[in-house]
């Protein structure tokens, strides 16, 4: 459903990154124009909510948008957006890991992340979408790394060991990730690439960012080091099953 120009398409990326909340005006203004806005921008704002609910209309789609006081509200029920249904997911699967259902919360968990096909909100330049971008973001790499755990604690360690490569070299500085990755290797019978991952990362923490691993790391390099039982070594309770 075509939406309208840049100004539209952040009116609506803010609005839906707070669904079902009411956004001033004065948050929609700071999002288009930051800090020089026109002295029509209250306007100009209007403007771009009648232009997107002319398109809802003729897409047959209901009208989404109420008009408030203080701002506008974006009414979504929690199947209409992609990002309501992950989260709904993810919550679903932590309640049955909680349970001991790890099989069932795993196969959820790869539903919610299915959702995704690509970076959230690409292509947007305002401060507050990207920040609403990166907080998407922030939380699939948290249901990636719960999934993982899940299948480490299902037994699945050379399920996901080429995945966490790719993860790994995707976000350098992520030491949960590194971890996993470890964990994946060691219980593969895989010892010496498990300590090659933690030298590399070690060696971009310090010299990039001038310090050391964080506990979880050096503690899981220590009981690989010490050869310890592959069953009884573990990143975030992923016993093996």
Request: proline residues 5%; charged residues 25%.
């Given at each position: ?32 124009w930051?800090?020089?806005?026109p ?31 203080q ?8 199947d209409q ?20 259902h ?25 401060p ?114």
């Amino acid at each position: 459903m075509p939406i309208g120009g840049r100004r539209s398409r952040i009116v609506l990326a803010v609005l839906a990154l707070e669904a079902n909340w009411v956004v001033p005006v004065s948050d929609l203004v700071d999002a288009v124009w930051g800090s020089s806005p026109p002295t029509s921008a209250r306007t100009q704002i209007r403007i771009c909510i009648s232009s997107m609910r002319r398109s809802f209309a003729a897409a047959g789609a209901p009208d989404l948008i109420e008009t408030h006081p203080q701002g506008y509200r974006l009414r979504l029920a929690e199947d209409q957006l992609d990002a309501m249904i992950f989260e709904a997911r993810v919550r679903r699967a932590r309640t049955l890991s909680a349970g001991g259902h790890l099989e069932e919360a795993a196969d959820i968990l790869r539903q919610a992340l299915s959702l995704w096909t690509g970076p959230a909100l690409v292509g947007l330049t305002s401060p507050p979408v990207e920040s609403g971008a990166r907080r998407l973001e922030e939380a699939r790499l948290r249901a990636v790394e719960e999934r993982v755990r899940l299948d480490l604690e299902l037994g699945r360690h050379q399920d996901v060991i080429g995945e966490l490569m790719q993860l790994v070299a995707d976000h350098p500085y992520r030491e949960h990730l590194h971890a996993q990755l470890m964990l994946g290797l060691y219980r593969s019978h895989r010892t010496a690439e498990a300590l090659e991952v933690y030298r590399r990362i070690r060696t971009t923490l310090v010299e990039e960012l001038g310090i050391e691993p964080g506990p979880e790391l050096a503690e899981l390099e220590k009981s690989i080091l010490l050869g310890m039982e592959r069953d009884q070594v573990v990143v975030d309770g992923a016993r093996a099953s």
